[in-house]
């Protein structure tokens, strides 16, 4: 038997999924979090069942390619659980009726129930079951309450036969089930509302989101630093280096197998960052260097997605993104891409049409560094001056708006309109929060650490087999001639297609200058994306898209790498 | 009672849907979000260099495109009577 949550976005079907079935799926407070369809299992009775967590949809009209993930889904279900906002019984009804129109058993989740006593809003449950046809169990997924009724109801579950109706119909069939069953009571703004509605006024809007990035960037560095200074640090430099210094000496020093477990003694020591070998820079790069990084990033992220902020940050950059040829929406898969590029392709779902899915993951590919990598420039690159972290930073966006504005030129295609629902203010449930940042952080343990050690053991097997030179020879011509890097920089470009962090670490011997240095991050940061997000292209913009975005990242990267080189 | 678009209408103004001047899929989509002719709104903000509009319908929150907030035709009541 196979079970599927839907509704409108931003109801709860994930919270509600996590509680059926125990699996940990990431929830936001956005429409769109979901945008591709997660299984898990839950006991019913005897049985065990296959529990899906679908993408939020209005109606079963789709609009985008989240919505037609859902659509695609409905007929494979034998049970709806309808999971519906309480507090926004009206719009929600309408995906309910077209539902109870459908030949499958549904059972409705009232959702966000507690909501409805804050905001005065009363409904008469009783009255919607017998209207409805249907069990109404009422829930508040994040505290759990009434899951248990809802899994002791789900076998009553029954289809009504509603006959089909037409669109109007349908709306005034909701109009006369609101007249029925639902009083709202007249209250006062809390003072939540009162920050929801300045925080999209166009000027004190404007001042609460640059106030919220710059202090959301401050706060990642200074976590990030924090955690490298006080803590992951110290951990191998006084634990781990007496290890690898021992271990070095056992095996001579130097040879094929010291090479690559312990790496190239830099002036007779082991150095974390420029000795290249597994237990050496392959673990001190993703523990020391990226990950608190990735921990502070994903935090100060889960705090924005949580409150409900992203969707004001967004109404307040369509202007700006409409000049980049996208609308305003498409600023949080950009902010999911400063964490990992792969979850921020597949969130150009949330966009209507191909064009703008093709512009925004273009332009996240180029143009949108990840959390490791950004570690790695903030580590090597701000060792010589946080003037050239900027520069790198002002270069990325640079590109970022001058690419979007030759794309929206250059792709054919209208901008579709910003419409979007702005969920109310919510404090963030700090255990929720907490758990999302697990998953992340596990997410880039289980995913990111192997290929780091992968990439820097493809680094010292090239190397002995003397591969490296011959490209490096090969290449001479543009990376020296153009980039104005040395030749070797080169290794760096082809271990970026593994992982860009571990490659901006392999610029670290090659003595550049701080120059030098931010041409290469730049460059590394735009030239080809690495594997995952490749891959991830590759399946959702097509082979003949991912190849033209491919294009031209290769070419953006050699035109601004050229600029750069001439003026720095 | 004036007519006039929701492009035209004051912050914390507020009136009742008279049409929307759309396609199809503009319609439903603006339909799927409760925003449908006979339906009360009220602007909250408006669109800064042809930014979105954010309307209140139903108790929910929704910002619309400009080109979108051209195309809802509201019908106010005089504030005079």
Redesign the interface.
Known sequence: MRILLIGNPNVGKSVIFSRLTGVRVIASNYPGTTVSYTRGYMKLGEDRVEVIDVPGTYTLEPTCEAEEVALRMLDSGDVVVNVVNATNLERNLYLTLQLLERNVPVIVALNMWDDTRHQGINIDLDRLRDILGVPVIPTVATTGEGIKELVENLPKAVSPGTPVHSRDERWAAVGSIIEQVQRVAHRHHTWLERLADASVHPFSGGIIALTVLAGGFLVVRFIGEGLIGYVFDPLFTNLWTPVLTRLSELMGSSGFFHDILIGKLIAGEVDFVQSFGLLSSGLYVPFAMVLPYIISFYLILGLLEDTGYLPRLAVLMDTIMHRVGLHGYAIIPTLLGFGCNVPAVLATRILESRRERFIAATLISIAIPCAALQAMIFGLVGERGWEYVAIVYGTLFAVWIILGVILRQAVRGFIPELLIEIPPYRLPPWRAGLQKLWMRTYGFLVEAVPLILGAILAINVLYFLGIFEAIADFTAPVVTGLLGLPKEAVTALVIGFLRKDVAVGMLAPLALTAGQLAVGSVVLAMFFPCIATFVVLFRELGVVNMLKSAGIMIAAALIVGGLLNLVL | MQIKTLRDLKSGEGGRIARIDGGH??V???????I?PGRRITK?????????V?IEV???????????AKRIVVEVQDTAQ
């Open positions: 899929g503009m439903s989509r603006l339909a799927a979000l409760g449908r909250l903000s408006f669109g800064f260099m042809r930014g979105p954010t139903d108790r929910t929150q929704v910002a619309i495109g400009f080109g979108m």
